[in-house]
């Protein structure tokens, strides 16, 4: 019946998978997250042990720079 011009009832193609609200939120939230990870990583560096984000500091001698 296609080549008359005429389609089945449901027979449309199918749309594809197209990104929702729920996707950009969860691309924002991880954007959001590796900004607060690299952050913690650089202020961490800046206070700790040799300039190291996971050197430990000696307990009995803690230096804030």
């Known amino acids: 019946m296609s080549q008359f011009g005429m389609q089945m009832p449901g027979g449309?193609?199918?749309?594809?998978?197209?990104?929702?609200?729920?996707?950009?939120?969860?691309a924002l939230a991880v954007v959001a997250l590796l900004a607060a990870c690299i952050l913690v990583?650089?202020?961490?560096?800046?206070?700790?042990?040799?300039?190291?984000?996971?050197?430990l500091q000696d307990p009995n001698n803690i230096l804030l720079n």
């Open 41 to 55: 990583f650089l202020q961490g560096s800046k206070l700790g042990a040799d300039n190291s984000a996971i050197g």
């Open 12 to 26: 449309r193609a199918q749309r594809g998978a197209t990104p929702d609200v729920y996707t950009g939120l969860m």
